[in-house]
């Protein structure tokens, strides 16, 4: 039988990759969106679903549940960016980014685990980020919700071994998707002190994005994983200096990491 795939946030970018490409290898995928209206010519179907919203997670896992009679993986990709000055990005946005990129994910996976363990049988891959690995200026909020659900990972990978429930993240790195244009920025206030660095660090960030690879790469990642026995705790997916960053951040004193950052973003 067809493995059963839940994609949070399927309709575009990353999610919308690794959909078409699972559906061309014969596996029965439904998408999530907010609206979904608007995607009436996907090659799968895409659900009702807000990550922030627990009822309409519950109802998108049991409609899959009831039409299919199982749910094989879930891929965790719904997520936002946020970039701006710590200092001026307003507590209800870095609380938002959070609601969606950490407490969104558990709640899903919280609403999937009930059926894995009764299958005893599932997977759960997070799309997290390479920039969850290291705390990056006017990114720092991303960095640090992308990096809660590496390590809560850790520890459900740990409380579900019992149940032959496989959890592991995939972080990648910058992908040619539409998330610059999704993500909140802190506006550049002309009276901020922050004005030059963090609109350069803008600028830099949006050309990464626009050059970035091609996300069939992370769709074939992900099959791959799929078809691991054992699947390791975490994986990156992405050019090979952003991956070897974090090699670098691994070896290196701690300030001299930090002045190869300062140094790539010119700061």
């Not at 839940?6 to 995928?29: A, D, H, P, R």
């Not at 990056?136 to 992308?146: N, T, V």
Request: aromatic share 8%; charged share 20%; no cysteine.
């Amino acid at each position: 039988m067809s493995k059963v795939v839940l994609i949070t946030g399927g309709s575009s970018g990353i999610g919308k990759s690794i959909g078409e490409f699972l559906s061309n290898k014969g596996y029965i995928v439904y998408g999530t969106s907010r609206h979904p209206e608007n995607y009436k010519d996907s090659k799968f179907p895409i659900l009702p679903l807000d990550v922030k919203d627990l009822s309409s997670i519950k109802s998108a896992v049991n409609t899959i549940i009831d039409k299919e009679g199982k749910l094989d993986v879930l891929i965790n990709n719904a997520g936002v960016g946020i970039t701006g000055p710590i200092e001026e990005i307003p507590e209800d946005e870095i609380k938002a980014n959070f609601e969606t990129n950490f407490f969104g994910p558990i709640n899903v996976i919280k609403s999937v685990l009930p059926q894995m363990r009764k299958q005893h049988d599932g997977l759960i891959i997070n799309i997290t980020s390479i920039a969850g690995y290291m705390g990056l200026p006017y990114r720092g909020i991303y960095s640090a919700s992308k990096a809660a659900l590496e390590l809560v990972t850790e520890a459900f990978r740990m409380e579900l071994k019992d149940f032959n429930i496989k959890m592991t993240n995939v972080a990648p790195g910058d992908f040619a998707t539409n998330i610059a244009a999704g993500r909140y920025h802190a506006p550049l206030l002309k009276d901020s002190p922050y004005k030059i660095p963090y609109g350069n660090t803008l600028d830099l960030m949006n050309s990464h994005v626009d050059s970035g690879s091609n996300p069939d790469m992370m769709a074939k990642a992900v099959f791959k994983i799929i078809h691991t026995k054992k699947p390791k705790i975490h994986y990156k997916v992405g050019a090979f200096m952003q991956k070897f960053s974090i090699v670098l951040k691994r070896i290196l004193p701690s300030k001299m990491y930090e002045k190869l950052l300062l140094n790539h973003y010119k700061l």
